[in-house]
């Protein structure tokens, strides 16, 4: 069983900047892929970063490419989404999600249902 606890959202301007965190339960925390979805009103949840238990690399949604950068801490269960240049089209509700051995890349693809764990979420408005 893992849990997952996001902080860091709020409410900041078109070009600021923001760090998301993500805390994690469980001692297997290592043979997991971490990543960052959203949702913003109205629409399906969207994948916007992973990064692979393997350490075999990160993987970005096009929409954020440049801009965002996931990281992983495996000594503190910890996973970050840093967020830079933000854009109004960015706000949404950020859930920080977890899935037993895949690689970041198929977590970009993968169904909401085959997600193992969710977080509650944290919300992210950007104003312009």
């Known amino acids: 069983q893992v849990q997952l606890v996001e902080s860091g959202g709020g409410l900041v301007q078109a070009g600021d900047s923001l760090r998301l965190s993500c805390a994690a339960s469980?001692?297997?925390?290592?043979?997991?892929?971490m990543g960052w979805f959203r949702q913003s009103p109205g629409k399906e949840h969207e994948f916007v970063a992973g990064?692979?238990?393997?350490?075999?690399?990160?993987y970005y949604a096009d929409s954020v490419k440049g801009r965002f950068t996931i990281s992983r801490d495996n000594a503190k269960n910890t996973v970050d989404l840093q967020m830079n240049s933000l854009k109004p089209e960015d706000t949404a509700v950020y859930y920080c999600?977890?899935?037993?051995?895949?690689?970041?890349?198929?977590?970009?693809?993968?169904?909401?249902?085959?997600?193992?764990?969710w977080g509650a979420g944290t919300l992210v408005t950007v104003s312009s």
């Open positions: 999600v977890a899935r037993y051995l895949a690689s970041a890349q198929a977590m970009s693809v993968m169904p909401k249902g085959n997600i193992d764990y």
């Open positions: 469980g001692r297997t925390f290592s043979t997991y892929t």
């Open positions: 990064a692979s238990w393997s350490g075999s690399g990160t």
